[in-house]
């Protein structure tokens, strides 16, 4: 398998433009979930998905974030605007399961300039 | 509130030296417990996993880990370190029943001496 795909890989782009971020879970999995990583705030669960339907969202920073899932191989993140401080590393992983451990992608670093 | 604790920011070992990360959990239940490590400009990678039965699990790389219920603690060990062991490491901790909704701790970054 070739495990969780996130794309792109790096995104730059200018304050108040639209950015979305890909991710394709590992087959199977019925759980996706988008993560942020930042230097003052580490690794902060944004939203989670099970069985294509978000569960928990409240981790999204506000109204200009949005996640959809419109099936089981695919998951966007859209910034929209985006802002400076939405630079960060965004993961996103998949899981299998109650209690199973999540796979995580390399990660998509967004820089807004 | 459920949190994670790695009291050490950065830790420094010789090659071949013996490691221990520390790791504090707080959580109402019994907890799922893991160790990922981050290597620069990659995703994370899962060590180890703690979910129930034996308090002493062993993970990939030579790496174990030990759950306290009494100390609240998941501590990361290897016996010899490797050059390539170089990297940051976050314990985390399973928020209900769901594996993949993790609270990470701040990380530990692991410099190893030639």
């Known amino acids: 398998d070739a495990g969780v795909i996130q794309s792109p890989r790096h995104e730059v782009t200018e304050m108040g433009q639209e950015v979305t971020l890909r991710c394709k879970p590992i087959?199977?999995?019925?759980?996706l979930f988008w993560y942020r990583q930042t230097m003052m705030r580490g690794l902060e669960l944004l939203i989670y998905?099970?069985?294509?339907?978000?569960i928990d969202d409240s981790g999204m920073p506000e109204d200009r974030f949005s996640a959809k899932m419109p099936n089981a191989s695919f998951s966007t993140l859209k910034i929209q605007p985006s802002e400076p401080r939405d630079s960060a590393v965004y993961f996103c992983a998949s899981s299998w399961g109650t209690g199973a451990e999540a796979f995580f992608g390399q990660g998509t670093r967004l820089t807004v300039v | 509130a459920q949190s994670v604790t790695q009291p050490d920011i950065h830790i420094t070992v010789s090659e071949g030296a013996s490691l221990e990360l520390r790791c504090n959990y707080s959580?109402?239940?019994?907890?799922?417990l893991f160790w990922y490590v981050q290597s620069p400009g990659q995703g994370l990678q899962l060590l180890l996993k703690y979910f129930s039965g034996d308090t002493l699990v062993q993970g990939i790389k030579g790496f174990e880990a030990e759950f306290k219920r009494s100390q609240s603690s998941f501590n990361l060990r290897k016996p010899s370190v490797h050059w390539s062991d170089a990297a940051e490491y976050f314990c985390?901790?399973?928020?209900?029943?769901?594996?993949?909704?993790?609270?990470f701790g701040q990380g530990t970054e692991l410099s190893v001496k030639p």
């Open positions: 985390a901790v399973g928020a209900g029943n769901q594996g993949g909704k993790l609270i």
């Open positions: 998905f099970n069985n294509n339907v978000p």
């Open positions: 087959s199977g999995h019925n759980s």
């Open positions: 959580y109402g239940a019994t907890p799922y």
